[in-house]
Each structure stands twice: as structure tokens, then as C-alpha cells.
């Protein structure tokens, strides 16, 4: 890959196929209004033109919201997630000047079908697999989806790519039937990504699988501003519950909790937050932040984020050894494990005509 390159890592698409298809599946398009209103998630003309803007741009694409498995039976949704990879590894073959790399969706209310489609994705090239903050109301270290870690991690050394997902039914208040003002989104989020993040390092997965790679989206949620109530305060682990004995988790555990939360990879997709970037990057470190912008969901469908997180992150006090990890090596090392077969894409890219 040629470094010189912006290469954002956690974008958000739907492939054609799979677009014509949702449109067959989902009844209530209330539930699906912003989707279906992005002309950028759907239309690659719309989106080639955001992206040509930046000749030095190029981006990684993962199935947009909402989860394959909140959409259809377990029955049904091995099909949308068969059509989904396929429809992505299309768009990388044919656009390797704009995409450079795809992840794979996957069905995760039926965990065999996710097993094997897991298996199928990564033999068509797939980089990595999505997996959401929870399945269903489902935490991701339940033991029912221990095989599929396994085999992302332990089998295939692959990475993840972290997503949340929580609705308005999840509620703020116990007195309330739903969230309201949409504090499920801007908040709701983050809590849910740092969440997951706990319960990935205090149920020893980091342990079980040393080769675990995870990219957290949004700038790994509210761990970096909170570090010293993670590192600190969870020291402590036990010291507040009566009812379990935490400590014992602390004992087994080879080193600080706080040092397996730096273990997880964190993009940049905080909708232009300079500050946010750099709290990041004081947690995680330049080795471990890589520049995403979760396009194209902003006001601007997709403009925006690009411009505003590359002006976040040019406007940093970074080196040059810094600023090319954050934009392009770390994107480089964590999509390594594709193989020859990922496109070779060098220098600018002429404008789309």
C-alpha cells in the first residue's frame, strides 16, 4: 500500500444489491429514515464525487446500520449477509482506485450460518468482520459466540471492527418506555462501545486469544476521557460489589485493566473533534490510532467528516512519523493479514468523470 494515501477505516455503504434488497425486507421505513435519505450510502456516483475532492483518499468499507440480525428471522438473515459480502467484495474489486479493502457482515442471530459465512468471507478476501456492541441485547462475551472469536482470532488473525448499536426503546429512565432527544445516539454510543470494551478485557478474551486486534469506533467511546477512572478506579475492581468476588478477577488477570484497554485500536470518526482526537491519542498512543471518519453519516452525506477530521488531525502537533501511522501505516498493519491478493493502489487518483 502506498502510504502516501488517507486510507479511512471504518466507513459505512450499502452495495447495490444488498440496498435493492433491504428495501424488499424492511416494512417500517420510519425505522430506516436516515438510511434511506444518504444518497451517498447508496449511489456511488454521489459518493465517488465526495471522495474525489481527495485524490489521496481511499476507504475501507463495512456494511452500514442497522445490524443484519435486527432486520430478519435467523432464518432469513444468512441471505442478506451472503448478499451484503458479496455486493462489498464487488465494490473493492471493481473500484480499487476509491475502496481498498472490505469487512465482512455477519448473521448473528444464527451463530453457525456466522461461523460459515465468516469462513467464505475471508476466502473471498474479506479484511476483517464487523461485530456490534451487543447482539439482540446479547453482550459479546456470552459463550455462545466463543466459537466465532476463535475462529476471527485464533484461526484466521483477523481483526474486528467495532460498531455500536443501541435504539431509542433503550430507554435513560426506568420510568420511560424510550430515550428521548436522541440521547440513545449521542450518548447511548459511547456507552455502549465502552461497554463492550469491558467486557471484552474482564472476560480475559485478551488472555484467551493474545492475537485479538479490535477498532473501536468513534475513538474508543468514553475509555480515553475516562483513564482515570478506568485505570484507577478499576484497580479497585471488587472494592464496591458485595454479592460477586471481582477481586479474584483482578488476581487473574496478568496486568492492569487499564493496560489491556490500550490494547484496542481506536479510529477517528468523532465528527472533526480536535479534542477528542487528541484524547485519544494520548490514550491509545500513534501506533494504535488509525483516521476514519465514518462516512458518509453527516449533515454534508459524507463531506463533512472527511473534511473536518483530516483538518482535526493536520491541525495536531503530530510528526511526521505520527501523522503517517495515524493516516495510512496502522491501516496498512491491520489489513495485512489480506494477503497479496489487496489491491495495489499508488499515487493520486484522477477525478471520477
Not at 52 to 78: F, G, K, N
Not at 89 to 106: D, G, R, S, T
Not at 284 to 310: M, N, W, Y
Request: charged share 25%; with cysteine.
Amino acid at each position: 500500500m502506498d502510504c502516501a494515501m488517507k486510507v479511512d477505516i471504518f466507513t459505512h455503504i450499502f452495495p447495490p444489491r444488498y440496498f435493492a434488497l433491504l428495501s424488499d425486507v424492511v416494512d417500517d421505513r420510519a425505522a430506516l429514515k436516515r438510511w434511506f435519505s444518504i444518497d451517498t450510502l447508496h449511489d456511488l456516483k454521489a459518493r465517488f464525487a465526495v471522495m474525489d475532492e481527495y485524490p489521496d483518499y481511499r476507504q475501507v468499507l463495512t456494511l452500514s446500520m442497522p445490524p443484519i440480525e435486527s432486520l430478519a428471522s435467523s432464518e432469513q438473515t444468512p441471505l442478506l449477509a451472503r448478499v451484503a459480502n458479496d455486493g462489498l467484495a464487488e465494490l473493492v474489486q471493481k473500484y480499487p482506485e476509491h475502496f481498498v479493502a472490505w469487512v465482512a457482515a455477519l448473521p448473528m442471530n444464527n451463530v453457525e450460518a456466522a461461523l460459515a459465512e465468516t469462513e467464505r468471507a475471508f476466502a473471498m478476501g474479506a479484511a476483517g468482520v464487523q461485530l456490534f456492541t451487543n447482539v439482540l441485547g446479547k453482550p459479546l462475551d456470552d459463550p455462545s459466540f466463543s466459537p466465532l472469536f476463535d475462529s476471527i482470532s485464533l484461526h484466521h488473525d483477523k481483526p474486528i471492527w467495532l460498531h455500536p448499536a443501541r435504539q431509542p426503546a433503550f430507554s435513560d429512565y426506568l420510568s420511560e418506555e424510550k430515550s428521548k432527544y436522541e440521547i440513545w445516539w449521542t450518548f447511548g454510543w459511547p456507552y455502549e462501545t465502552s461497554a463492550a470494551m469491558a467486557r471484552i478485557v474482564f472476560s480475559g478474551m485478551f488472555e484467551r486469544l493474545p492475537n485479538l486486534r479490535v477498532v473501536t469506533h468513534h475513538c474508543g467511546a468514553m475509555v480515553p476521557f475516562f483513564e482515570g477512572r478506568v485505570g484507577h478506579g478499576w484497580d479497585e475492581l471488587g472494592s464496591r460489589t458485595a454479592d460477586e468476588d471481582y477481586g479474584a478477577i483482578l488476581k487473574r488477570m496478568g496486568k492492569r485493566p487499564i493496560d489491556y484497554f490500550r490494547q484496542f485500536y481506536a479510529d477517528t470518526a468523532v465528527l472533526g473533534s480536535r479534542s477528542a482526537i487528541r484524547c485519544g491519542l494520548d490514550f491509545f498512543g500513534s501506533e494504535h490510532v488509525l483516521f476514519g471518519t465514518d462516512c458518509p453519516f453527516d449533515k454534508e452525506q459524507g463531506a463533512l467528516v472527511i473534511r473536518e477530521t483530516i483538518a482535526a488531525i493536520d491541525s495536531l502537533p503530530l510528526s511526521e512519523v505520527e501523522r503517517a501511522k495515524i493516516y495510512c501505516e496502522n491501516a496498512s498493519h491491520i489489513l495485512a493479514s489480506r494477503g497479496p491478493d489487496m489491491p495495489a493502489v499508488v499515487g493520486a487518483r484522477p477525478k471520477t468523470p
